[in-house]
């Protein structure tokens, strides 16, 4: 349950180095190095393909069809932030556009993960601000009802704190809780340090069933083959 | 209500050279112009981005499955329309491919807005054909039952008139009618007269709280900051 | 309904020579070579545009969040083959990623075919490894449960049988019965021999309307045309 | 494209007998007799089963989450009408509840169509107040934005101009145009004359094959029996 | 992939005795029955609430917006069959209504299972006549294109076979190999033996987790309790 | 981003005699007596019609397909809770039915809001025992995977914390935070108390527009009329 009209301008944000350091594992990595937890619902899709990108959460509570505390969001960008934005109800208006994009860039914002629409998504594209959202509408906001920046937030089915590290990529957007971060690292790293091997044995034509000994428990299971 | 099996040869479209000059505008600019009314559902989507056209709409009203009135709707195509395809029920076939746009390309069409499914996407990217629709489909259509051409359609929820202006990009489609035409390119262009002067401030890391003057409102209508 | 825990590893595919040839078809030209029938659901979509390929069914059932079969699956794919995946209920996780589509290529798959979700997509497209999926998501899945290996499957509302063509492009996917491969060429065949034909004439100016006779027939259905 | 502001206090109501008239019919036997069309989006629903009514239309045009226009619109209804509300842009909010619904009564309304949400329905169904509608939801709505009463409003993708007849039932929205209201009650009891008979026909066992003579035509479309 | 224009006027219906047992157990228990597969998708509801039926399949597969292989498939009903319908894209017309539903009865028919919509729902559920559709449409069918009677059909995602039981209900639909009928009586009615002397158990307060003995294999997996 | 395998036995719940209370304001007035917040995505339905409860949310979270976790809840319920349960994915599966209602019964539970499916929806209806869904399944659930019992979730969009109040009836479910639920009796009440007095007035045939003196505010923001 949401307050309004709060602007929270001090959050503890997630260990730099380990929010810089998630983007490189991606965001399916990274929701496994989680335990299968902190994954927005897969409608929030990449308005461009190729961006991968991580940050810490500022977040914002909007109003349908109104997108005044963007503007007010805009002054608590810090740069290696990422904006995480939520509507009190559903809308696919278009939120956000080239000017505000120019806006959070010269802030040091380096994306927007938003549960509605935005638009002029070819300059976003042009611009490289990389969005993902919901909805692409060329209908504009109002600015006229308070929302909140920086309170707890569910976008897209996910509750994001403010500060906690967001990874985004073509895959999707996962949630990593600040406190988390630093362990979340290690683990995706602990993943990925054997999956160039594990690649080259799967190009030479080993199965999966004998490299993950599957053969053993599919029979248990009661696998049968017919020929 | 729709009148089925009518053909208008004569409609009023609007002046060429407000239609013309829209499509610089952007979907987005020219919704705003229009005080915000005149934009099709956001489901209608660009089958390849990057394209941006305006022109005057020449409607088709077609049944389910069934793409015979194109070829009716073909002839009385006119250099720089763009045909406007509603359907009398839900209907996601491919109605239309490459050998259809080569016929309106060659009487001079500049795009096609369909609420329906099309085809052949890869050829019409390749001519370089500009298409929305609700959606993309293998599925041919026969040529048995009667629609009607230029006569005023619902597409994708908005009521679409013969003659009106369309301007369509990667943020969507929006109906100019054609009696505000000239008036919505001079809205336009107002409004994008001091667009470069806000990006410039906005990129040198002026708030749009302060350019807009929104801190007072804020305040009065009850913002707190918390620190 | 479905048999679980069954694998089928000798299956009768289609005459490979038809098979490889129908990709340069497309899935329209195809559909409508069956008589419109054998078209999944158009919200099966590639993950990137423009893959055009054919080959024979390898058919997978899955359970919800379960990818357990897809590596057994991998065993019984040969040069050629197209794997195509259902699953139990309705599921948008990440089935299938870049190990798995190492391993399904080094087995000489031409592409997947899933009516679920996939993740690694950035990685799938520098790979060059095709797949139309329902959706995209990074949450990925355990190995737990058993399903089947080339039993007959509902991918997408089509029934598939292991064994039968698949052709799928940007416009979707078309299963075509083993024993109607031969003839679908044929027939797909015919109908592109006069396609050039046709598209010279169009782009020459002449309509869809005196090309193809309709004039009378749309007379006789009633049309009215009004100045 | 909608002029927003305007309410227009004379419309051209269809004849009052016919409007009335065609309620017995049903919504079913009405789309036929207006030659299958008219019919709003199946989404439209009634809250409560088993309302059936018929009623010229007075129309209203709302803003996203606002329903001021609504209160405007009571002043404009007369007995027998039936109020039928759009909105701008999608939303599913509860424009509607059991003191518009008391005000409504009061002026002789016979129900509402509206292309958003209603609340209050377990009262609005002890009330015996009729209503269709997209969605519920106690969200109710603020008044603070022009739209307009008694234009022509496209509602779930019909277009309604006010003094439309409109029939609803448990079957749906049907829009009947006021000048041919007259001529759709007589196809409608067209329809219905022989009905009794077919019904008791069928009950006796004849099958549908004989009694419109179908075999013929089917055998001849190629169908074909086999044991 | 269906084959059009064919009746097949010789099915194997499932056990008399085993189709008409399984209504009584309800869709659930028959889907737990059968190892939790069979099951139609759950957006395949009922019209009205309250019906439980069971019967042998008797299929159709329809071409969207005809329904006239509906009435070929009255024909082909015994007593005791349901008649379960597919369309070869989706659609949401009405397909069936009381004169069918009049012909249907007089035959023996139990109910329809339908992929597609239907109408005359209220004079439906007066007679009594059990529905299971995807949606409620006035929109009536033409009666011009050939399917099928009596060939398997994929219905809301499912492979259903002429003459496997089908067994409805609030729940869903759920359908039954005919050669699994008998044993899934047994099946059922061994689930059901031991319920009642459970749900005194449980009204009584005893706890599910001592019932079921799952506290301990609760711990195991980790589970931690917290004051 | 939750935490699993981790069961909260104390937990604040909201003052008692509040929480009761606001049952027979409904959910439409709390929601307003709220600000407009707290109100869970309208798809979450009643799924029989006429219910008005409250009570203090005991909340689960779910893994897809898994109930394991309701079982852990019952213990967790206490007179006058309602459980509300999550699910860390989209899932439809009937995850609840008349033996765990049973169970939820005997604990004093006066119902159930669940962002999933549902069966034995008869059976629940004839209990008498209240249960709010997203989908009705006759699929039933494994017992396999941990979750939560009273940790915050996220339910249709909602963030409910333990203890807080759930109001729920046929407009929706609306969430009162603890803390806040005294003061919402409080506002709930004060806008209940004219409602009588407005009804009346609105009955007699006086005008929303003249009772809530809308004219002067209507006229400034520019309304015409039109005759």
Known sequence: MYQLGVVHRTIHRADRAAADRLAAF???TVHE??????LLKPYMRPIHPGQQVSGTAVTVLLQPGDNWMLHVAAEQIQPGDIVVAAVTAECSDGY???LLATSFLSR????????AGVRDVKTLGEMGFPVWSKAISAKGCIKATLGSVNIPVVCAGMLVTPGDVIVADDD???CVPAA???????????????????RDKLASGVLGLDMYKMREPLAQAGLRYVD
Chains 1, 2, 3, 4, 5, 6 share one sequence.
């Open 96 to 98: 956000f556009g080239d």
């Open 180 to 198: 988390r971060a630093a362990a979340t690292v290690e683990a995706a790293a602990a993943r990925e340090a054997n999956e160039g091997a594990k």
């Open 26 to 28: 991606g965001s399916a």
């Open 108 to 115: 040091g914002a380096r994306g927007l993960v938003i549960d």
């Open 172 to 174: 999707g957007v996962v």
């Open 33 to 38: 190095a989680m335990g299968r937890v902190g």
